[in-house]
């Protein structure tokens, strides 16, 4: 299954294949104030706390997996707003950068780990947390070793590369006893939990379509991108990368599981970016309430990340969708064009929060492991739609 990928697994060795670090897309916030609304929004979602930060003796201890990009950039800034979680320690095969950033934000030097002494973390209390920010190929490997080592797990998304790893994932941790949750951000941030609440409500009428586009250039000059031309490290193209996030909307947004899928897949042909992964691939859901979701995901063009839900009485266009930091919620019906305004909330920090809440509380995590499973599965149906040319029964 991923036995493969068990050998000679440091990090080390691993950037001497590919080039540098890893940087993993998360998908995370929960309903923020709503800032002068056209409409009246209730809360949707998990909301974070209205009680004060909890004392640093007391926040649950993460350890973050993999130094690349996006958990130098946007993960571990984060911790410094969250309430219920704080930064421990940290797992990487670059000992001298986890120095570097263990003294920027706190961190023990005795919390540095490697990935061969990564299931020595069993040993530390400090630890409750992990946080696998790693290729999606080594995803199922140091989520299942870090629940046998008594820890909780958080991992990004796309969960793992195959079913099967994604249910050994969930029943390794449901073995040890542990929570697994999958990073799904936009799960928690207010501009999508308010288009949820905005869909699902009827504010928009009957609703008939969504369309969800992602794209992004895939750049083979760029550190970061060299794994996700590697299916072994990537599981697939564009479709796990960015096409989850399309995936992903409309399921939430429906609050339904599709009845039916078909898609078209295409790569420019001798694309050298293209010759183990996918570029571009056009999906199509049916829902058991009738609506259609038409769905893109592209490595050919630039930065796209668009939600659009119609219904009889109104269009809702959120464009930025995906974002880090930026979003922006159009409905147009009747009276025109009117903005919601929201208050932009560290999607990450609620997110993060979320899982130590779920932990404190002895609950099940919002996007837990099943979540991640259920896309997987929808993804590899995707590609069997595409490689057929039929419709698929779901």
């Excluded at 400090?126 to 820890?151: C, F, T, W």
């Excluded at 958080?154 to 999958?182: F, G, S, Y």
């Excluded at 996918?278 to 979701?293: C, D």
Aim: aromatic share 8%.
């Amino acid at each position: 299954m991923f036995d493969s990928l068990k050998k000679e697994l440091s990090r080390r060795a691993l950037l001497h294949r590919v080039g540098f670090g890893f940087m993993a897309v998360g998908v995370t916030g929960t309903v923020g104030n709503i800032i002068k609304p056209a409409h009246t929004l209730a809360q949707a979602g998990p909301a974070p706390s209205n009680e004060p930060s909890l004392p640093p003796e007391k926040k649950l201890g993460w350890a973050v997996v993999g130094l690349g990009k996006f958990a130098t950039q946007q993960i571990m800034p984060s911790f410094a707003e969250c309430k219920r979680s704080k930064l421990v320690a940290l797992v990487s095969g670059d000992r001298a950068k986890a120095e570097r950033y263990a003294q920027q934000y706190g961190v023990n030097p005795k919390n540095i780990y490697n990935y061969q002494s990564y299931d020595s973390i069993r040993n530390n209390p400090e630890v409750d947390v992990i946080y696998i920010i790693l290729p999606n190929g080594m995803h199922a490997e140091y989520s299942i070793r870090g629940a046998q080592a008594g820890k909780h797990i958080m991992c990004e998304k796309p969960m793992a590369n195959t079913v099967e790893e994604c249910q050994a994932m969930i029943d390794a941790a449901k073995k040890a006893n542990r929570k697994l949750m999958i990073a799904y951000r936009a799960q928690y941030e207010p501009y999508n939990l308010a288009t949820i609440k905005l869909a699902q409500s009827g504010k928009l009428g009957k609703l008939k379509l969504i369309t969800s586009d992602h794209g992004r250039t895939l750049n083979p000059k760029d550190p970061a991108d060299i794994w996700r031309m590697q299916k072994k490290l990537a599981g697939g193209g564009s479709l796990y990368d960015i096409g989850i996030y399309s995936l992903q909307a409309t399921r939430y947004i429906t609050g339904e599981e599709p009845v039916a899928i078909s898609a078209m897949m295409y790569s420019t042909s001798g694309d050298p970016r293209f010759r183990e992964v996918e570029e571009n691939v056009n999906f199509v859901l049916r829902f058991p309430s009738g609506v259609l979701a038409n769905c893109t995901s592209s490595y050919g063009y630039s930065d796209t990340k668009r939600i659009q839900v119609f219904g009889s009485d109104a269009v809702l266009e959120l464009d930025p969708a995906t974002d880090y930091y930026k979003h922006r919620l159009m409905i147009k019906d009747k009276n025109g064009n009117q903005e919601q305004k929201i208050q932009e909330k560290n999607q990450f920090a609620l997110e993060i929060d979320h899982l130590s809440e779920s932990i404190i509380q002895n609950k099940q995590p919002k996007t837990s492991g099943e979540e991640g499973l259920q896309d997987v599965k929808l993804m590899q149906l995707i590609y069997e739609a595409a490689r057929t040319g039929k419709t698929i029964k779901v």
